[in-house]
């Protein structure tokens, strides 16, 4: 038996050697406007975003996808506060598309195209208005922002379960998402920062405890869910004047989405070709190794004002630093537009790889270890 044991221990080391990195700060600010530089050359000019290109056959692969369209505009955004130049302009094109395709429901208006519209789109059109207002203080935006909160009010019941979709005629659908509780949580975290008096505090409060306490118990998802977008909620609700305390369900599940994201960067870190592509298959979607950079990087921010990471702050700023190397080191250099700043798996590319992949970069920059 132990003879085994030996074995598989040798194997663990020499077939899944971790390849991990901190890259500096120069080199996530290359990569970052390199990201940027990839999604203004692939917007057209009605302000829709090239969403999934086969390098490998030179072609646009077509669909869409709203959330991810929105996602995008938040990061860019956010990427021009963090003084990556042209970014804004970028991102105001593609709002003007957004904007044209709000439509009123029964409870409110929502962000989408066709007769389904998901909660997921208007929370990501809300987080990336809010963004541009941190940016430019315009204030023109300020009512259509109330109004697609009350409607994403409206969309949680009174045990804190969000509808993920709302029919344009009917209202809600009653249908479930793993990633849009989540990105409803945030946007109304962020709408009561930015407007006390409406009271978003209580629906955010509501979906937030149901979050923590019942969904994965109820919802049952399968894996387990690192929720990135519930990382940024609760790093936003900790900023609250009247900030919520972290009480003990909260702590454990902080622990286990502490606990999902490492391990989930230990294994991305593993996948360094050779025989691991048979053990560990090929390389994530750049969306999916930004996604843990997005959340590790959340959690490293509250943890700076709360201490609740502890010792466990520099174990955690390892693993974020080691997600954002992989995204460096993965990032496509070419002369082609199509290709040059994007982040491809077997031969293709989403906006939404760009998307995550640029907003890791841009969190964990602050939070690289010593």
Known sequence: MLGWVLVFGVMAVAVHPEDCRAPSAAEIDRASGAAVGWLAANIEADGRILYRYDRDRGVDEGGYNEPRHAGVLWSLFQAERAGVPGAAGVADRGLSWALDRIQDTPIGPA???????LTGSSALLLAALDERRLLTADTQHDLLMIELGQTLEAAINDEGVLDASIHRDTGPLGDRSAFFPGEVLWALARLHITFPDEQFDEPALRLGRYIVEQRDEVERPWPPISDHWAAYAFETMDRWPDAPSIDSPMEAWIDRQLG??????RYESQRVGGITTLTRGPNAL????G???EGIGNWLELDSRTGLLG???????ERGACAVGLLVDRQARSDDPRIDGAWF???DTQMDDQQHALSALLLMRGHLPA
């Open 345 to 347: 798996r077997l031969g």
């Open 260 to 265: 999902l994201l490492g391990l989930q960067v």
């Open 111 to 117: 962000f989408g195209e066709g007769a389904r519209l």
């Open 291 to 293: 996604t843990l950079g």
């Open 286 to 289: 750049g969306a999916g190794v």
């Open 311 to 317: 010792d466990d702050r520099d174990v955690l700023a």
